[in-house]
């Protein structure tokens, strides 16, 4: 299986202040198709998680503009431009690639 | 808007089958792919596997970890799909999620939460 690996697994940020999420997979994720099938979503307290962004860089409808993915191959990156208290929660990667479909372990997002 | 719905008993004993089921609305069921994910309290996603009927009767892809005791099925006349967990420990207790995608989950239910226990 493909093994997805977030850092950092915590990240405490002050309000205002950028944040940046990395997560690796052991094995490239460019599909068949040319596409690259890294997601990213986001799991507030007690909610269900909610896609950010898919295919690396394509932000959900709705999702504020703060939030930007990028990345290729095997190496990808989350970015908060300005850290807000709503942004609070777990962030995971996840790919739609390879079989099985999995999640990085997730990075708790808190405001110091 | 589309909405994904979870439904099925919170409580399953030791060795028995959990069983779910997830009720679409807002998209053909026909027309997509569909998703059992779960979530042990604390911990991160797992996929279970999906199913479509695309092109198909009803096909399924399984995690392998699990792949000997699930069993996924869809009513396409009730707009539903299912899961069935066989040999249930302690370590199958967790919130279950089911999500619509083929290489993306964009659309998710509520989740419910399965506790094995006896």
């Known amino acids: 299986d493909v093994v997805m690996t977030q850092s950092p697994l915590s990240l405490p940020v002050t309000l205002g202040q950028p944040a940046s999420i990395s997560c690796r997979s052991s094995?490239?994720?460019?599909?068949?198709?040319?596409?690259?099938?890294l997601n990213w979503f986001q799991q507030r307290p007690g909610q269900s998680p909610r896609r950010l962004i898919y295919?690396?860089?394509n932000r959900d409808s709705g999702v504020p503009d703060r939030f930007s993915g990028s990345g290729s191959g095997t190496d990808f990156t989350l970015k908060i431009s300005r850290v807000e208290a709503e942004d609070v929660g777990v962030y995971y990667c996840?790919?739609?690639?390879?079989?099985?479909?999995?999640f990085g372990q997730g990075t708790k997002l808190e405001i110091k | 808007q589309v909405q994904l719905q979870e439904s099925g008993p919170g409580l399953v004993k030791p060795s028995e089958t959990l069983s779910l089921t997830c009720t679409v609305s807002?998209?053909?069921?026909?027309?997509?792919?569909w998703n059992w994910i779960r979530q042990p309290a604390g911990k991160g996603l797992e996929w279970i596997g999906r199913?479509?009927?695309?092109?198909?009767?009803?096909?399924?892809n399984y995690n392998p970890s699990l792949k000997s005791r699930v069993t996924m099925s869809v009513d396409t006349s009730k707009s539903q799909f299912s899961l069935r967990l066989t040999s249930v420990t302690a370590a199958d207790t967790a919130v279950y999620y089911c999500?619509?995608?083929?290489?993306?989950?964009?659309?998710w239910g509520q989740g419910t939460l399965v506790t094995v226990s006896s």
């Open positions: 199913i479509y009927t695309i092109y198909t009767s009803g096909s399924t």
């Open positions: 807002g998209d053909s069921i026909s027309s997509s792919f």
């Open positions: 999500a619509r995608g083929e290489h993306d989950f964009d659309f």
């Open positions: 295919k690396v860089s």
């Open positions: 094995q490239s994720l460019v599909y068949s198709d040319g596409n690259t099938y």
């Open positions: 996840m790919q739609g690639t390879l079989w099985p479909r999995n």
